[in-house]
DNA sequence: GGGAGATGATTAACATGTTAAGTGAATTCC
DNA sequence: GGAATTCACTTAACATGTTAATCATCTCCC
């Protein structure tokens, strides 16, 4: 797969100082790759299976977490199901307006929205789940479920040190409020 | 109505002889979701530096793949930034307008279409590399170098354990295989 | 009480992900 | 040699990611 040069030589245009550029990363180890193509060859075996039954994986990631409670505020699902509030609200409206979910407002608070499945939801769960399951297995038979749980904490404990890591922020705009 | 229990699916028990639900895995182990969340935690560190660039996620992935060539066909570079080919033409279009890259018809195919970094492109590169760099560097140092190498060499493996796994599709619709 | 500020949720605006369809140029096949 | 097919994008259409702004409560504090 093309191991080019990493030279710069555009057309003839300004031979500059560009010769000292800071030397980067050959981008195959680049980690959010690295993260981004794992995801996407798992993904790439559950989307056929959801889009059978109309679901994207978003949606289907938030019928999956209402599944696992009674009731849940909105802000709460998101940050389980680890989607911005603005993409959760759209996706909630269509959820509620395909009648999968339900939802009605806080009774001490009147900010607050509860969320939760509705049995039709339900019923499209039960018809997911196996498949999914199904596939899981498969992938943790390929993988190995020793090097599966491993990369599981691995992942976790990536995410754990980079938790007070505060965006080394260059050019940054003077926060002179 | 949202009649439901299921306060207690944790993986383990779950045999709930009434429902007959597949019991599902819970939520935070699944591997999809791991790999999101691991990933939004290292790209929470980049954005910031690059949106004070005025450059998104995946423009930054096209300019640093065209750094590491002279030219490149639109399809190669697409596999090699890891965009879909409707994604790309967007992105490209939108470079092209902003002068940072060039680009011209093949010579010997018109279908095909070649792609260069311009110099305005290589100033940004260069203006961002060290800030990158720098962030790069702190991840290594907070995850380690090798626990990093090894994070990698799993996420490969990964990939190439479901390289084959046709899409085990329910309700399949006829495949030719 | 009441106003300033905080908070939860939504909307807006733009960029990308994802699948399907379209367009024009090469290749195949008869 | 030309119709059919394939190929390399490009557009289209819809869903989500991302940041900022808006709106309606709620809380705090005087």
Do not use: C
């Amino acid at each position: 797969m093309a191991r080019k040069k990493l030279d710069e030589t555009r057309q003839g245009q300004g031979d500059d100082a560009s010769s000292r550029r800071t030397p980067m990363r050959e981008f195959s180890r680049s980690l959010p790759m690295s993260l981004l193509r794992a995801r996407e060859a798992v993904m790439r075996q559950f989307r056929p299976s959801l889009r059978n039954h109309g679901l994207t994986e978003q949606q289907w990631r938030i019928l999956r977490a209402l599944t696992a409670v009674d009731e849940i505020e909105v802000t709460e699902l998101a940050r389980v199901a680890f989607l911005l509030g603005p993409s959760l609200s759209r996706i909630l409206r269509d959820l509620e307006a395909r009648a999968l979910i339900e939802r009605k407002a806080a009774e001490n608070d009147g900010r607050r929205a509860v969320v939760s499945i509705s049995a039709k939801g339900l019923k499209l769960i039960e018809a997911v789940a196996p498949t999914s399951e199904a596939i899981y297995a498969e992938i943790t038979r390929r993988y190995g479920a020793r090097k599966l749980a491993e990369l599981h904490e691995m992942l976790g404990a990536l995410e754990a040190s980079l938790a007070g890591m505060g965006s080394a922020d260059d050019a940054e705009v003077e926060t002179d409020e």
